[in-house]
């Protein structure tokens, strides 16, 4: 007996099931479609988006329907439009094979004639937002007074956006008797307040523990600086050609910035927050779904009627301000038995945020550092070759040009031809990462640059500063290459726009000037002095200064678009 059927559904609705692809119930399925529909009680359940919520509640109500009576029996309410839209649709894969079972969708930003229109034609099952749904019934096009189910779905979310008042509204045109059942990833105590006024004695059902993140999920964080954090992120992509996935931000503005400054350098991404009219963010969120656009850049709100289930990635731009919403972030990836990683990119301060996320996963960030340019192009490379050996080929489209090409390209060897076929695809990704900054180094000199200077160090003047592209890791190389000591001590750092300063430790002092004065050494065409100048507070410690840790920092080079293509597809 198919599992579906055991949970107590009807062949109609096993059957469209199957041909949903829906083999097994999902946990939260299991445990809430056969308490739904052997009990009148209320029903509080924990389930995250991706946990299977939506058939969860709508199967076992598409099962009680009574479907020769066209009045409203079950209202589901959604907080955005989207996950309303989802919701209907849904609810008519389910009941495709009872035909008499009809739902209405109605939400705010579409024509509300046309949605009275629906209703009077007799529909069983009303999904909407609040919002629109309270004005339907102010209107009287829409009639609560006979419904059995009650069913708030994202609870927390409709809270979360000010629809306390409309849902109070709402509630109060229903009967007393019927069967509340409300879902919420996070249990705040507003979510907890509706329960307590709203349902009684209601059976808790969760799809796991609660607010637990997926166990496909890896969380990693890489550590960034709020300087590099937009670099990591197109390191992060570039490291991953075939990313597909979502950059949660936690403002419309700083979702707008990232996703146009990733357009802007050649990726394929776009914006999806609620300044958009719902006609472009129906329009970008198609997109995603038809992976059109490999990198959605989105607020938590907007991205919460997105029902994608391969996402490769999630990452967090910025880490949101409450944990469930983490939890809530990563759990787009990961789903339907996929594998997925949540990404988090913190700064040093920001890293404090992570243990009580880690808590309440159960489960430990992993850090990883940021892939470096010559990491990127290596990978960037082979997934050029791989998609050289598994592309199809049209003999019979280019069979015509192909003499003329064989005769063009006569006297190469193939090791030529390879050679100059990578070179055309690639130049460009390795002239933009060739001299690239390893990002993760950025991070010590900072954490340098923090530390106070320690009594055994000397403080030197530079008459080199900002203006002449000086930073610290530039800085650092030029120390280095006066070859003033093997492992000499670098302590703090500052840069300034028209002169530095730096410390060097103090048995080296005179070592340093010596070097510098017979080298006298060149910066973009200034001849460098330096100075010893009077200390600042003394505290702190310093910190080694590594061979090679000015690598590739003294030839400054940048473009904004490193891609041509190589596995990006452009708009
Ligand atoms: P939801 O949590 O309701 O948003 O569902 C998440 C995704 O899982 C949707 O794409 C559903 O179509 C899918 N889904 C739900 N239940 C099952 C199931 N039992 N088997 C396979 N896929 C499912």
Same mark, same amino acid.
């Given at each position: ?103 209405? @969708? ?67 045109? @229903? ?136 996402? @490769? ?93 064989? +005769? ?108 510098? +004065? ?54």
């Amino acid at each position: 007996m198919s599992l579906f059927k055991s949970l107590g559904l009807n062949e109609s609705i096993v059957k469209a099931l199957v041909e949903l692809g829906y083999e097994k119930p999902t946990s939260i399925q299991q445990k809430a479609v056969p308490q739904i529909l052997s009990s009148f009680l209320d029903v509080k359940a924990f389930a995250q988006t991706g946990t299977g919520k939506t058939a969860a509640f709508s199967l076992p109500i598409i099962e009680q329907i009574t479907s020769d009576n066209q009045t409203v029996q079950a209202i589901i309410l959604s907080p955005t439009r989207e996950l309303a839209v989802q919701i209907g649709n849904n609810i008519d894969d389910f009941s495709k094979y009872l035909p008499k079972v009809k739902t209405a @969708t109605v939400y705010g930003g579409a024509n509300i004639e046309e949605q009275i229109r629906k209703l009077k034609k007799g529909v069983q099952i009303v999904i909407g937002t609040p919002g629109r749904t309270l004005d339907l019934i102010k209107r009287k096009a829409l009639k609560l007074d006979n419904i059995n189910w009650l069913v708030l779905d994202e609870a927390d979310e409709m809270l979360n956006m000010g629809f306390k008042e409309d849902i109070d509204s709402i509630l109060k045109s @229903t009967p007393k008797e019927k069967q509340t059942l409300l879902f919420s990833a996070t249990f705040p105590k507003e979510v907890e307040a509706i329960a307590k006024n709203y349902m009684n004695n209601p059976v808790e059902i969760t799809s796991g523990e609660k607010n637990v993140g997926s166990d496909n999920v890896e969380h990693e964080f890489y550590l960034i600086t709020d300087r590099t954090r937009y670099a990591a992120l197109k390191r992060i992509a570039d490291i991953n050609p075939d990313i597909y996935g979502i950059i949660f931000c936690r403002t419309k503005r700083e979702t707008q910035e990232v996703a146009d400054k990733l357009i802007t350098d050649g990726y394929s991404a776009d914006s999806l927050h609620g300044d958009l009219s719902q006609n472009q963010r129906d329009s970008v969120m198609e997109k995603f779904r038809q992976k059109k656009i490999q990198m959605l850049v989105a607020t938590d709100v907007a991205a919460r009627g997105l029902d994608v289930d391969n996402l @490769t990635h999630v990452i967090n731009h910025k880490l949101p301000d409450q944990i469930e919403n983490y939890t809530h972030r990563s759990g787009r990836t990961g789903r339907a038995g996929n594998l997925g990683i949540s990404i988090a990119l913190v700064t040093n301060k920001e890293k404090g945020k992570l243990h009580p996320i880690e808590k309440k996963l159960k489960k430990k960030f992993k850090q990883v550092a940021i892939p470096t340019g010559e990491e990127v192009c290596q990978k960037q490379l082979m997934h050029l070759i791989d998609r050289v050996k598994t592309i199809d080929v049209n003999n019979s489209q280019i069979e015509s040009f192909l003499p003329k090409i064989y +005769e063009k390209l006569d006297g190469l060897s193939r090791e030529e031809l390879i050679q100059r076929f990578v070179s055309l695809e690639f130049n460009s990704f390795l002239s933009y990462y060739e001299n690239s900054r390893d990002l993760n180094e950025l991070i010590e000199e900072k954490r340098g640059k923090g530390r106070a200077s320690s009594e055994n160090m000397t403080r030197f003047f530079i008459n080199l500063g900002r203006k002449d592209k000086l930073n610290p890791a530039r800085l650092i190389g030029l120390i280095n290459d006066q070859n003033i000591g093997e492992a000499i001590d670098i302590g703090a750092i500052d840069i300034l726009d028209t002169f530095s300063f730096f410390e060097v430790e103090k048995e080296f002092e005179s070592e340093t000037l010596d070097a510098f +004065e017979k080298n006298t050494p060149d910066f973009n065409g200034r001849t460098v002095n330096i100075e010893i100048t009077k200390k600042e507070k003394a505290t702190g410690r310093s910190r080694k200064n590594k061979k090679g840790f000015s690598k590739g920092g003294n030839k400054p080079r940048r473009k904004s678009n490193p891609a041509s293509g190589f596995g990006r597809r452009r708009k």
